[in-house]
């Protein structure tokens, strides 16, 4: 499965440069969206619900900082890199306290660099969503062994991993293996 990435900058040949810097899909993401301002860049980002967004950091309207405030408030677990043309302390501090992956100047933005934080967010996001599938599947399994009364009054642990794609399970009464119409009454 391939990771979503959306780009927001409000220079248009500075997107187009970014958008074909690198082989997105053969590392791993696909580029879902490039917006050129904060206001398109959060529809954007509502639409398609990126894995990581990657944004300049001066805008007009919504600025970097500001669309990685509403996208934090909204997700939390969604990774953001910070471009800029400005060695600025205020917007490096900035990115700390929102929690940004990464505060990249554009001037050093090489095709090597870029692949290479884009593996590591690529291998860190992988355990993280393969840590998730397992946290479910635990709970799952913990679930089958609960008497009605037990799975009735449990709580989800951890209520992101509630937040995006769900599954499904449908037992037909029919069907319901031994083990599990033993443990659930």
Do not use: C
């Not at 677990?77 to 554009?106: G, H, P």
């Not at 769900?166 to 069907?175: A, P, R």
């Amino acid at each position: 499965m391939l990771l979503k990435v959306l780009l927001v900058d409000d220079n248009w040949y500075a997107l187009n440069h970014f958008s074909n810097l690198v082989q997105w899909e053969e590392l791993g993401f696909q580029l879902v969206g490039a917006a050129q301002d904060g206001i398109e860049g959060m529809e954007l980002y509502r639409e398609h619900q990126p894995d990581l967004v990657i944004t300049d950091v001066q805008m007009p309207g919504i600025d970097g900082r500001e669309l990685a405030r509403r996208i934090k408030e909204e997700t939390p677990e969604t990774e953001i890199i910070f471009l800029s043309s400005y060695d600025e302390f205020d917007y490096a501090r900035a990115a700390v306290d929102l929690n940004v992956y990464e505060y990249i100047l554009k001037s050093e933005l090489t095709r090597e660099v870029l692949t290479a934080k884009l593996k590591k967010i690529r291998d860190r996001l992988s355990e993280k969503k393969k840590w998730e599938k397992q946290q479910v599947r635990d709970s799952l399994m913990a679930y089958f062994r609960m008497s009605m009364g037990e799975l009735e009054a449990e709580e989800p642990k951890d209520r992101r991993l509630l937040k995006g794609t769900g599954s499904l399970l449908v037992i037909e009464q029919d069907h319901v293996p031994e083990q599990i119409a033993i443990q659930s009454g």
